[in-house]
């Protein structure tokens, strides 16, 4: 079972930009794709992005359309998720999960591994 460690989160102001990294344990990263959810306070997990397991194909949650990306680096074991054009809306803990195939899907169920997640504020 692979193991998940999220960072980068922090403080930023809106308008700024942040990147998140996961990095994973395992020998078979390159195997799964990988995916970010985000939980704001009293608020559902929500889809943010996930890429498929060669990282070329990925899928967006529309909210952050346009302004995050999310890409990995098979041979460091790591995802990352940056994150552009800041809006207090995008505050919540995020975190990291691998899936359970190789493919870039969206939903929550499909994903067995999480991490532990971090935060990111922004400020108005």
């Known amino acids: 079972q692979v193991q998940l460690v999220e960072s980068g989160g922090g403080l930023v102001q809106a308008g700024g930009s942040l990147r998140l990294s996961c990095a994973a344990s395992?020998?078979?990263?390159?195997?799964?794709?990988m995916g970010w959810f985000r939980q704001a306070p009293g608020k559902e997990r929500e889809f943010v992005a996930s890429?498929?397991?060669?990282?070329?194909?990925?899928y967006y949650g529309d909210s952050v359309k346009g302004r995050f990306t999310i890409s990995r680096d098979n041979a460091k074991n790591t995802v990352y998720l940056q994150m552009n054009s800041l809006k207090p809306e995008d505050t919540a803990v995020y975190y990291c999960?691998?899936?359970?195939?190789?493919?870039?899907?969206?939903?929550?169920?499909?994903?067995?591994?999480w991490g532990q997640g971090t935060q990111v504020t922004v400020s108005s």
């Open positions: 890429i498929g397991w060669t990282g070329v194909n990925s």
């Open positions: 395992g020998r078979t990263f390159s195997s799964y794709a």
């Open positions: 999960a691998a899936g359970r195939g190789p493919f870039p899907t969206t939903s929550l169920g499909t994903f067995g591994s």
